[in-house]
C-alpha cells in the first residue's frame, strides 16, 4: 500500500498570509491526487483533483501542483474559513490512501 | 441537488455487527458512473477508506479491514449499506458515505458509531 506523508502537521498562519501544504507519496502516483478541506465538524470537502484542477466551485486562490511522489497544496490569501484541516489522497493505486493531514491554524 | 445520509445505530457493542445505510437522493446510483463508497474517520484521527460498490454489484475493501466487510446496493431505494462484523472498540468513528470517482466528489455528514458495551 502506498503512504502518503503530509508536512508539517500543523501549520500557523495569519488571515492574508500564504500557506504551503506538502504531500509525499511512498511511490509515484503519477497525478491521481486529490485534497481535501475538512473543517470542524464536518465532512471533507473536495478541493483538488488531478493534482492541480480544481474542483466546481473551489475558490480559486487555491491551487495544487504537483507529479510523482511530491505534491503542494498553495492557499495564496487566507480566509477565516480556511482554517481547517487538510487531507491529500492517491488514488492510482489499490488502495486508495490517505495522509494523515495538515492543520492549518491561526 | 445531490445529497447522502447516512443512517443507523449510533452504538454498537463489541462483537456485533456494524450496520449502516447511505440514502441517496438527487441522482441514481445506477446512472453507471460512478462508485459508492464508504469512509471513517476515528476520533480525532485522519481519514480510512472502507470500500465501494458499484450499481451492478462489484464490491472493493480495505485489505486491512480483512473479511469483515460486506457493501450492498439497493437500486430500487436508491441507497447502499455497509455491514462491519465483529466489531471492536478500534472501530469506533464517524463513518461517511460518499459519492466516488476515484476520488470523493460528494459526501455524507457523517454519523458516529460507538463501539461500547
Known amino acids: 500500500e502506498i503512504v502518503m506523508t503530509q508536512s508539517p502537521a500543523t501549520l500557523s498562519v495569519s488571515p492574508g498570509e500564504r500557506a504551503t501544504l506538502s504531500c509525499r507519496a511512498s511511490?509515484?502516483?503519477?497525478?491521481?491526487l486529490a485534497w481535501y478541506q475538512q473543517r470542524p465538524g464536518q465532512a471533507p470537502r473536495l478541493l483538488i483533483h488531478g493534482a492541480s484542477t480544481r474542483a466546481t466551485g473551489i475558490p480559486a486562490r487555491f491551487s495544487g501542483n504537483g507529479s510523482g511522489t511530491e505534491f503542494t497544496l498553495t492557499i495564496s490569501s487566507l480566509q477565516s474559513e480556511d482554517f481547517a484541516v487538510y487531507y491529500c489522497q492517491q488514488y492510482n493505486n489499490w488502495p486508495q490512501t490517505f495522509g494523515q493531514g495538515t492543520k492549518v491554524e491561526i | 441537488q445531490l445529497q447522502l445520509q447516512e443512517s443507523g445505530p449510533g452504538l454498537v457493542k463489541p462483537s456485533e455487527t456494524l450496520s449502516l445505510t447511505c440514502n441517496v437522493s438527487g441522482v441514481s446510483i445506477s446512472s453507471g458512473s460512478f462508485y459508492w463508497g464508504w469512509v471513517r474517520q476515528p476520533p480525532g484521527k485522519g481519514l480510512e477508506w472502507i470500500g465501494n460498490?458499484?450499481?451492478?454489484?462489484?464490491?472493493y475493501h480495505n485489505p486491512s479491514l480483512k473479511s469483515r466487510v460486506t457493501l450492498s446496493a439497493d437500486t430500487s431505494k436508491n441507497q447502499f449499506s455497509l455491514k462491519l462484523s465483529s466489531v471492536t472498540a478500534a472501530d469506533t468513528a464517524v463513518y461517511y458515505c460518499?459519492?466516488?470517482?476515484?476520488?470523493?466528489?460528494?459526501w455524507g455528514q457523517g454519523i458516529l458509531v460507538t463501539v461500547s458495551s
Open positions: 460498490i458499484f450499481y451492478s454489484g462489484s464490491t
Open positions: 460518499a459519492r466516488e470517482g476515484s476520488y470523493y466528489l460528494n
Open positions: 511511490q509515484s502516483v503519477s497525478s491521481n
